[in-house]
């Protein structure tokens, strides 16, 4: 399955962005999908994640409550909606996805097979 990411921009703080990752090649809903984001020095961060059976969703603590991950089937992608967005927000986004994924392996990014582009999200204060 191939990745796409896009949806980043530049934002003043508690602005909001939608960020997308469509699928193609393969039917996006018997995947795993989570969103990670990174910034230059750093490893790559668990933001958000929604299981393939279900449909559950899990989030970093520093974005429960102002970020949600949704599935829309129909058009086989995976949508993070950022509101209440901060400076400490800014990094590349990137989304992922497995098969086999567990609740233990959601936030390790080498448990994730499939990987889109970054997508930059630049929040000013």
């Known amino acids: 399955v191939q990745l796409q990411a896009s949806g980043g921009g530049l934002v003043q703080a508690g602005d909001s962005l939608r960020l997308s990752c469509a699928a193609s090649g393969r039917t996006f809903s018997g995947y795993s999908v989570a969103w990670f984001r990174q910034t230059p020095g750093k490893e790559r961060e668990f933001v958000a994640g929604i299981f393939r059976s279900y449909g559950r969703t899990y989030y970093a603590d520093s974005v429960r409550g102002r970020f949600t991950i949704s599935r829309v089937s129909a058009e086989n992608t995976v949508n993070l909606l950022m509101n209440s967005l901060r400076p400490e927000d800014t990094a590349a986004y990137y989304c992922?996805?497995?098969?086999?994924?567990?609740?233990?392996?959601?936030?390790?990014?080498?448990?994730?097979?499939?990987w889109g582009q970054g997508t930059k999200v630049t929040v000013s204060s």
């Open positions: 992922a996805a497995s098969r086999e994924i567990t609740l233990s392996s959601l936030g390790q990014p080498s448990a994730y097979h499939y």
